[in-house]
């Protein structure tokens, strides 16, 4: 079983900036997909940002190019997430997952998923 936990979120202003960190607890890093996902009130929970496995291969949410960025550090089992030029619509609750050797960025490719940081951009 692998433990994932999100923490950074908050609430910011349009136009600023902030920084998701994600923990997976797991001796294996490397070998995991690693993905942030989102979900606002009302609505499915969407793929954000997927950093893969093997050779980086990373994904972005159409809307989110150019303006969030995904990292990695495997020596520390962590996964990141800079948010800039927040948006209102980016208000969500934002989730970080793990699939080992993982292909894809929809939430049936993941199997392990932590409880969730709020990121509250208000308009």
């Known amino acids: 079983q692998v433990q994932v936990l999100e923490s950074g979120g908050g609430l910011v202003q349009a136009g600023g900036s902030l920084r998701l960190s994600c923990t997976a607890s797991?001796?294996?890093?490397?070998?995991?997909?690693m993905g942030w996902f989102r979900q606002a009130p009302g609505k499915e929970r969407e793929g954000v940002s997927c950093?893969?496995?093997?050779?980086?291969?990373?994904y972005y949410l159409d809307s989110v190019k150019g303006r969030f960025t995904i990292s990695r550090d495997n020596a520390k089992n962590t996964v990141y997430l800079q948010m800039n030029s927040l948006k209102p619509e980016d208000t969500a609750m934002y989730y970080c997952?793990?699939?080992?050797w993982g292909t894809g960025c929809r939430t049936t490719d993941f199997d392990y998923w932590g409880q969730g940081t709020q990121v509250t951009v208000p308009s």
């Open positions: 950093i893969y496995w093997s050779g980086g291969r990373i």
């Open positions: 797991t001796l294996s890093f490397d070998d995991y997909t």
């Open positions: 997952a793990a699939a080992r």
